[in-house]
């Protein structure tokens, strides 16, 4: 008991926490997550009906409308999400370590280490960021396709609605609508994107269980808690 008592001090002792993620940033976070599932449910039923409610003589079986609306409402969501998360990267103080990955980018020591970590035959190297070069790469690649589904949502959007916001956004949507073909391109795009999304949730999550099994920093527990923790240099 007592070496066990004694071994708990030392460790406690040879690790320290440090702040990971604000609240603002984990919030986001799970906002866009659980945006990102209904738009992709909703999304795939608006394309192809997999559903079919019960028949009666009423004229309440609206569910193409329903799911649209949905859609359309965490469609905004997200956008809400993305938006503040954009900003929070380039202005925010508590996210000077998420800008500091850059510097991994242009470092190709650091490639080839965490490349060799990820085939488990090297340490992971020492970060400048938060983000080590492949996740702030593909960080980068998954909010070019969210901008991407951003725009051609909302030009699929102002066909639907005429009024309101539908009518402020109609001449700009359509004005880029022309540029990338005419709307049946715009909504190909739209649905090549959401796969592209769909892969890197994919991939994120399998990565996110990655690091934490192999990191045992507490990599998954700090996008709930904030907190990570490693050993005192």
Known sequence: MISEASNDIKLEQEIEQELEFSSAYRWQH??????????????????????TPAVNAEPTNFMQALMRSW?????????????????????????????????DILNPKIWIKQVGYYMLIAKHPKLSGVYNPLQFMAYATLYIMLFGLII???ILYVHVYHNGLGA????????????????????????????????????????AIYNAIFGKEGGMDAIFSGMKWHKKH
């Open 30 to 51: 799970w906002i866009r997550a659980v945006s990102i599932v209904v738009l992709m449910v909703t999304g795939f039923y608006i394309a192809v009906p997999f559903l």
């Open 168 to 207: 402020d956004l109609y001449d700009v949507m359509k004005s880029i609508e022309v540029m990338l073909g005419g709307l049946a391109v715009v909504r190909t795009i739209h649905h090549i994107l959401t796969w592209g999304v769909i892969l890197f949730v994919v991939g994120h999550i399998y990565m």
């Open 71 to 103: 859609h359309i409402i965490f469609g905004f969501v997200l956008i809400s999400a993305v938006m503040f998360k954009s900003y929070l990267f380039v202005f925010g103080r508590k996210h000077e370590m998420e800008r500091a990955a850059f510097k």
């Open 152 to 154: 051609t949502g909302l």
